[in-house]
């Protein structure tokens, strides 16, 4: 299984932007789609964006569309998640997550990823 690290969090003021970072620390994220979550306090864990191994598709949960980007840097062996016009609602521990590998997947689900890291705090306050 593939060992996940994110980074890139911290507190920001609204209307700034942040890009997270997934890092393999063992192993390949060549063959897993990845997926971003999130988790805001007393909330269930969500899913925000996912990103194809298998081919360029990548998906995002609707209301985000259009202010987050997810990407992925196969030489680097990392996923990122670019959030512009952060708003005090994307305040949460941010989590990358792998599917099994070469899946062929669509808006991610938290019950369908495998392997998960430890998360990354996202505060959006003024």
């Known amino acids: 299984q593939v060992q996940l690290v994110e980074s890139g969090g911290g507190l920001v003021q609204p209307g700034s932007s942040l890009r997270l970072s997934c890092e393999a620390s063992?192993?390949?994220?060549?063959?897993?789609?990845i997926g971003w979550f999130r988790q805001a306090p007393g909330k269930e864990r969500e899913g925000v964006s996912a990103i194809s191994s298998i081919d360029v598709g990548t998906y995002y949960t609707e209301p985000l569309k259009g202010r987050f980007t997810i990407s992925r840097d196969n030489a680097k062996n990392t996923v990122y998640l670019k959030m512009n016009n952060l708003k005090p609602e994307d305040t949460a521990v941010y989590y990358c997550?792998?599917?099994?590998?070469?899946?062929?997947?669509?808006?991610?689900?938290?019950?369908?990823?495998?392997?998960w890291g430890q998360g990354t705090q996202v505060t959006v306050s003024s």
């Open positions: 997550a792998a599917e099994a590998p070469r899946a062929r997947i669509g808006l991610p689900r938290v019950k369908d990823y495998k392997s």
């Open positions: 063992e192993g390949s994220l060549d063959p897993y789609p």
